[in-house]
């Protein structure tokens, strides 16, 4: 079973400080790796992708990636109430994409 | 506005009932793909389409029709529906098969049922 595997959390942070998403893949076919951010009752929406090893930077977010170790990570800068959601981390291969459960997150101010 | 929609968005129905969610898109993607929501377990996939008249079974597509005629239309047919299939349903789409992980999604259908 291929499989995408998350903290559940929830996370909390204080406002202002950086906030570490971690995820973990099984499957060594993945080629690109996906955030999304669902704030309760909404649907997913994506805020990042990273295709390579490395670092990907957007604004307050970025999002790692490192092959070898099957392990994706997105950090969220500056933290506001707005980031508080449910963030999920998802890995897609061919045609087919896995989630991972979801980590909620919760910035307290 | 560019938008995936989903119809109903929220259905009470009982068992063996035939139902249909509907969805459409305006952004002339090729991918559309349909999930289910259900807590602790995150989304899985039903069932996906890369293009008109082919279409894939997904993770759990066990009691699921689906049907691509319309590059926009992409319905997910429930033919006697039983109580675990009670969930959030998520219609979504992506450009073409080389992005299938960039996807847009609908508002989401919340199917109970009885």
């Known amino acids: 079973q291929k499989e995408v595997e998350q903290n559940s959390g929830p996370l909390s ?8 998403l971690n995820c973990t893949y099984s499957d060594r076919g993945s080629q690109s790796f996906f955030w999304y951010r669902q704030y309760s009752g909404k649907s997913p929406e994506l805020i990042m992708f990273i295709y390579s090893n490395g670092d990907k930077e957007d604004g307050r977010f970025t999002a790692q990636l490192n092959k070898a170790s099957q392990y994706v990570s997105l950090l969220i800068r500056d933290s506001q109430p707005s980031d508080s959601a449910t963030y999920l981390c998802a890995g897609s291969s061919a045609s087919k994409i896995i989630f991972g459960s979801g980590t909620r997150l919760s910035i307290r101010p | 506005e560019a938008q995936v929609t989903q119809n109903p968005r929220y259905l009470i129905t009982v068992t063996g009932k035939k139902l249909t969610v509907t969805c459409s898109q305006n952004m002339n993607h090729e991918y559309m ?66 992005n299938t992980g960039e996807l847009f999604f609908g508002e989401g259908s919340r199917l109970t049922v009885l």
Do not use: H
């Open chain 1, 13 to 20: 942070v204080p406002e202002g400080a950086i906030a570490s």
């Open chain 2, 33 to 98: 793909s349909w999930y289910r929501q259900d807590p602790g377990l995150g989304l899985r996939q039903i069932y996906y389409s890369m293009n008109v008249e082919v279409t894939d079974k997904g993770d759990v597509p066990e009691g699921y029709k689906v049907s691509r005629k319309e590059k926009r239309n992409f319905p997910l047919i429930l033919e006697s529906p039983s109580p675990n299939q009670t969930s959030l349903y998520f219609c979504a789409s992506s450009v073409d098969r080389s």
